[in-house]
């Protein structure tokens, strides 16, 4: 996936362009959990050229077998040829997902835009059916992967032999 800088924030959910330093935050707290959920892009210096997103979770107290910080995501975008950004790396819970499945860039993009979405409704979003929808599940894109319908670019067509003519069809009209 490569696109404009422009296209990438519309992708992400961001609503302009932004320029060095800036950052786009948004997060929100579950009171039950004790759980802060945040997902946040931000540019880096102008030298740098890359887009860093992260969706991360705090935890006041974590029960057994969980993490008091765990980042859910992180992916890397830099610019290509020309005016085009394309993502490089994408990470799900530290485990590496670049190219994992087919349309893993517009999967990260989704996930992050579906994250925000919840958190601007201030809505503690839940990760795991995010995740499965849109990163690595058998509903999300990495399910969807290997099963993508379709036919072949070129199907061979013969039509059928021996018909009788149509009398009535002229041609020259």
């Known amino acids: 996936m490569k696109v404009s800088l422009n296209k990438m924030m519309e992708n992400l959910g961001i609503d302009h362009v932004l320029t060095a330093f800036e950052s786009d935050m948004h997060q929100t707290y579950d009171p039950e959990t004790s759980a802060t959920c945040s997902a946040e892009a931000r540019m880096g210096p102008p030298d740098a050229h890359e887009l860093e997103v992260e969706v991360q979770i705090f935890r006041d107290n974590p029960q ?48 992050y835009r579906a994250v925000t979405y919840h958190l601007k409704m201030d809505e503690f979003p839940d990760i795991e059916d995010l995740i499965d929808e849109h990163l690595d599940g058998e509903k ?24 009788p003519k149509n009398p009535n069809f002229k041609t020259g009209m």
Not at 80 to 104: A, I, S, Y
Not at 143 to 161: H, L, S, Y
Request: proline content about 8%; some cysteine; charged content about 30%.
């Open 64 to 111: 057994e077998g969980e993490l008091p910080f765990e980042q859910i995501m992180y992916l890397v975008i830099k610019p290509k040829m020309g005016q085009e950004w394309e993502p490089v790396l994408l990470k799900v819970r530290n485990e590496d997902m670049t190219g994992g499945f087919g349309d893993w860039e517009g999967g990260a993009c989704d996930f």
């Open 140 to 163: 999300g894109h990495a399910g969807r992967a290997g099963r993508r319908g379709g036919g072949r670019k070129n199907p061979k067509f013969k039509p059928p032999q021996n018909q």
